[in-house]
């Protein structure tokens, strides 16, 4: 038996985005899949680190807990993931000295929270929020960013803090890429020396490899 594929996702636009950190994603969108009737109970179900929409539907269906016949399952996707705003997809992708701006949880939540009010017209609340690993983090700071508008707040296998075992081993992981070029990690989104652009077939092959 073949697995269906996944729906096509649809996209919220956002504008030029304000961050957190007072940067600015400009012609910002939110990628997102729903499933389910609109006049269900609503759940938010966010993507996690390195997932795609397709991804978070190994926990839904007819036998599970995520049920689309009982639910309206809102899956948003990170920024970053490849399919909302991205390094890879953004409007200044091919500007070197632009680059992609830190984005903090409180800036997916709140852009998440436009999706739902704004672009899918639940201005009421939602049933739960939902989530996996950094889909955990994202449940936790949506309960409390919008407190009145969640009723229950569902984390797994997460934490509401990335902690600091878990980016030195995301550390290891980027400086093992990053070897293929003689560079090495300066922390968090940040390589020693500046940007690491321009990579070779070669570097992107022993890099990959090595990651």
Known sequence: MTTPPPPPYKTHPLGTFTLQNGATLPSAHLAYLTLGSPSSPAIIYPTWYSGTLATNLWLTGPSLTLNPANYYIIIPALFGNGESTSPSNWIHKND?????????????????????????????????????SMGAAQAFQWA??????????????????????????????????????GRSSAGVCEVEGGEAAGWTEEERRVGLKAL
């Open 144 to 181: 409390t960013q919008f407190p009145g508008f969640v009723e229950l707040c569902v984390p797994f296998c997460g934490s509401a803090r990335t902690s600091l075992h878990n980016q030195v081993f995301l550390e290891g992981v980027k400086a093992a890429l990053l070897g293929a070029k």
């Open 96 to 132: 070197p000295s632009q680059r992609f701006p830190q984005v903090s949880f409180y800036d997916n939540v709140r852009a998440q929270h436009l999706l739902v009010t704004e672009g899918l017209g639940l201005r009421g609340g939602v049933r739960a929020v939902v989530g996996w």
